[in-house]
Structure formats: C-alpha cells, structure tokens
C-alpha cells in the first residue's frame, strides 16, 4: 500500500514508542521525574544489552589484542587532578537572575539588530537547527514592536562565550525576552561530587567518574603486569559514567547519566598512529553498520587543529544523522601518551615500557575509541522507526509501525504463536518450540487475539520474526510458517531451517 517510512515528527514518534511499549521511562516519574535520568523497560534493557553484548563481543572476545576490564565508579581524587578533569572539565554556564534558567553559553545565541547601520538593540535565540533564522524573526519582531523605520540588517549570529562586557546587559534572556538579566559566562565543573566515609570536609570529597577511560589508564600498568598482552593492544570497559550537564536534552541523547563503551588502544610511541586512528574510525563505522545503522546516517567530522588539546595528535568524530540534526555519536582520539605521563607524574608510579628492541623504556601512545551506549540505542530506534499504510485481514486500511531492528540488537529475535488458542494440540507445539528457543535466544510466546494484531505487536517491537504454528504443522511435515517482519513474507521452514537462521543472523 505504501512503503515504509519515517514520519515528519520522528522524534516524537520514537519517545512515544518508547515510553509507550517500555523501552524507555523518565526517572523517578511518579515524583514528576528528575531532568536528565532515565530509566529502561523491559524491552529497552534487552535492547541496551544486545548493543553492549555485540560491542564486547566484537571489541574483546573476537579480538586477541583487546583485553576487558571493569573498574570502579569512584576513583581516588587525585586520578581527576591528573586527567585535568578537576581544572578543566568545565561547561560555559549563563544565568538569567530573572528566571533562574541557566544555560550553556556556547548554545545561546545573540545578534545586534543594526537598522540603517546602526545597532538599536539586540535579540536572543537558543541554538537550533536554524538558530540564524530565529534570529532574524526577531530581529524583524524588534524592529515592528519599536516601530523603527529603515533598513534591516542580516543577523549577525554569535554565542555568549563571544559578547562583550558591555553586550551583555544588553542582550535579552530567551526566558523572560528582557535584557539586563544574563549573567557573563563562568566555568561550570561538570563532575558530579559526593563524600566518602563519615567525614563530610574537603579531604573526604570524591567524584562519580566523568568518562570510563581513567580506569583504563590507572589499571594500564595491572594489566600489563597480569595481561599477557604485547603492544599494540587495547584495554576496554563499558560502564555508567556521570556529569552535570547544564542543559540534558534531546531524550536520551545527553543525560547527566549514561553510559559508557570505551577502548583505550596502546602503540609503540614510534607507530604510526595516523594509520591506527584510521583504522579505529573504519572498525566503528563497519561496527554501527553491522548492527542496522545506514550508511547513509554516518559521517565523520576532523575536529579543527587549533581546537585540539594541545597533547591532542587528532580527533574524528562519526557523526549520526539524528531527527534534530547531525550530532556527534563516537569519538576517535590520538591522545598521544598525555594520560599515562600525567598518572606517572602524578602517583610517582613509573608508566613505561621496555622495548626489547631498542633496550629503551618508553610511554606507550593511545588511539582512544569513546561511544556512548544511550547514544547508539537512540540512534538504532530513529533508524529504524517506520510508518506504512498495510491491509489487515478485512482488506481495511491501517497503520503499521515498524521498528526494523537488526536481528543482532532486536529484544526477541522470534515470537511464537499458535494460529489459535483454543486448539490444545497447536498450543502444546508452539509451547514445545517456544522452551527449545528460548534456551538461546530471547523468544516471545502470545496467543492472543487475531494473528495480524498479534504480527503488528511484534512489529512495532523490532522482533524480526514469527513463527505460526498451524494444523499443516501438526498434521503434515512439522513446518511452520515464518513471517518475516520487514517484507511482511511468509514462508515455510522446518524446525532445522528456522535454528540455523537464527544461529546466522543473531551473533
Ligand atoms: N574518554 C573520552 C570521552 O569521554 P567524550 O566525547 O566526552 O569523550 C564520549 O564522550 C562519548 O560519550 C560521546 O561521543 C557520546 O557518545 C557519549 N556521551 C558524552 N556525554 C554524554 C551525555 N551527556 N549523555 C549521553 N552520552 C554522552
């Protein structure tokens, strides 16, 4: 009837789905919930952990030069003073006293507004995907409320890390549309701080971890030790990490919780780290598409040079083309042997290694590969949400929404459902079948209703097949009839066929 298709409001259909069919809830909901946290259903646990199972499963245990490892949430202190997260792991933050709304400077926008050449005011817009164009709507709004004849200038757009001191109370809050509210931007540590034992002073301060990767470093050299690993080789972990973002936004896109699916990769320092950050960026590219993201939807951004750090060697991010713009989902970092050298200056413990060849000791190099797992599993629901108008068993026309998960993330990979319910005979065979899959894999059982509503279910659900199981199975050559849920085909396949499909497809 009509093919497959992403709605106007896809984000909005995709938070709907989520909330709806229990893959994701808002924190703490019954006590009105709490800004950026979020909680996972049922469905989005099983979905969280396909992404995390198939990331540690490609990443460690296929590979032989990548190790695993899980460290702790709480590091001593002096592990952030040398990363550097405690001086500089900062947000620009804006007040507006008026409305006690705080926002990110780098995301709140301003321009003059200069008629006849000359500045009569200025405006205010949070960024957007046409942050200019709101810009320039109230410009002209400015211009038409203070009745100020002539000609009106483009916008000139720029954020609040860029005002000057005397722009400032000039340029008016986006919550109360009045100026002289703003505050000038200050540093915002992001890191969340807690106390460690009874005492509650300074000595006891401590921090949830910022990033997962500073355990990788200050465990590099237990692993080493213990490993039996020889460079080049990658150190992994997967794990919650935590910061106070001014502004969580975007669903699960930026949280003030999430986690984390990090690898730090060590090279000699006299590798060639360009061909080795290549090749990261070309192994987590091949890696989303493997479990269902488009090509289409990828693209890499070289962060500027005189952006970087300065310890920083180059950093590429693969971006992900999510419904309110292309946004950054994996980060590639040459960090060069920065962390490691800190952690030695900084504990006095040596961070080196002996080269047999060259009788030298040295700091190893890293290539430092950084997803967040949140990220990924909202990217995998944009992708694959879809809308199409279909049949249903009266010839009326309906709506089928589709979730077309890879097999390898999908929460059930199989839902097993008897043709009808009142028929023991076709119960106990699915019922039989249902207990031989889900020794494996996570399967489905449902009886209920008419088999299109009960297909249309597990649609929207991702599973990516169902078996029926009807009187030809019990009566003639045990087969079963496999729908498949993105060509909505149906097929017959024996018991044998329908293992081996799945032992192919869910790995
Ligand atoms: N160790 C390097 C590091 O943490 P990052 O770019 O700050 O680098 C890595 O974070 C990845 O973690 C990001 O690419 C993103 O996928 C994810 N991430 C960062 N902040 C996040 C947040 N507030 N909410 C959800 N995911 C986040």
New binding site residues.
């Given amino acids: 009837m009509s093919t497959p298709s992403a709605p106007e409001n896809l984000m909005e259909a995709v938070v709907s789905l989520a909330k709806r069919r229990g893959f994701v809830f808002p924190s703490s909901e019954i006590y009105g919930g709490i800004n950026?946290f979020f909680d996972y259903g049922p469905l989005g646990v099983e979905l969280k952990k396909n992404i995390r199972d198939c990331w540690w499963n490609d990443m460690v245990r296929r590979r032989d030069d990548v190790v695993g490892v899980e460290t702790s949430i709480i590091m001593h202190p002096k592990v952030w003073e040398a990363s550097g997260h405690v001086a500089g792991f900062t947000d620009p933050l804006v007040d507006c006293k008026a409305s006690k709304q705080r926002y990110r400077a780098d995301q709140l926008f301003f321009s003059p507004v200069i008629v006849d050449g000359k500045t009569v005011g200025y405006v205010s817009a949070l960024e957007s995907d046409d942050t200019a164009g709101a810009l320039q709507a109230a410009a002209e709004t400015f211009k038409r409320k203070k009745a100020i004849q002539g000609q009106l200038a483009p916008v000139i757009a720029k954020d609040m890390t860029e005002a000057q001191p005397d722009e400032i109370a000039l340029i008016p809050s986006p919550a109360t549309g009045e100026p002289g509210s703003l505050t000038p931007p200050r540093a915002f540590n992001m890191m969340f701080e807690t106390h460690v034992g009874a005492m509650r002073d300074a000595s006891a301060i401590a921090y949830l971890r910022?990033?997962?990767?500073?355990g990788m470093f200050v465990d590099f050299k237990a692993v080493v030790d213990t490993g039996r690993v020889k460079l080049p080789f990658g150190i992994a972990q997967t794990g919650k990490?935590f910061?106070n973002?001014i502004t969580?936004r975007n669903f699960?896109?930026?949280?003030?919780e999430?986690e984390?699916m990090?690898m730090e990769f060590f090279i000699h320092e006299d590798d060639d780290w360009a061909k080795w950050h290549r090749y990261w960026i070309d192994w987590c590219k091949d890696w989303l598409k493997s479990i269902g993201l488009p090509d289409s939807h990828l693209s890499e951004y070289d962060h500027l040079k005189e952006k970087l750090a300065f310890y920083s060697k180059g950093t590429t991010?693969i971006m992900f083309k999510y419904p309110f713009g292309v946004q950054?989902?994996?980060?590639i970092?040459a960090r060069g042997n920065y962390d490691l050298t800190q952690h030695a200056n900084a504990s006095g413990k040596p961070q080196d290694i002996f080269d047999e060849a060259t009788k030298k000791k040295f700091v190893p190099h890293v290539i430092?590969p950084?997803?967040?797992l949140?990220?990924?599993f909202l990217a995998v629901l944009c992708a694959g949400y879809a809308e199409e108008e279909v049949k249903d068993e009266k010839g009326n026309v309906e709506k089928r929404t589709v979730l077309r998960l890879s097999p390898r993330v999908a929460p059930i990979k199989v839902a097993v459902l008897p043709l009808l319910k009142n028929k023991p005979e076709l119960v106990a065979r699915a019922q039989a079948l249902y207990a031989k899959i889900k020794r494996k894999y996570a399967a489905f059982y449902d009886e209920a209703g008419a088999i299109g509503r009960r297909y249309r279910r597990q649609d929207e659900i991702g599973t990516p097949w169902c078996v029926t199981i009807d009187f030809e199975t019990i009566e003639k050559d045990g087969t079963v009839t496999l729908r498949e849920r993105d060509s909505m085909q149906q097929k017959r396949i024996t018991e044998a066929e329908l293992f081996a499909l799945l032992d192919e497809q869910v790995y």
């Fill in positions: 950026g910022p990033e997962t990767a500073q990490s910061r973002e969580p699960i896109f930026r949280s003030r999430f984390q990090e991010d950054e989902l994996w980060g970092a430092e950084a997803v967040g949140d990220r990924i």
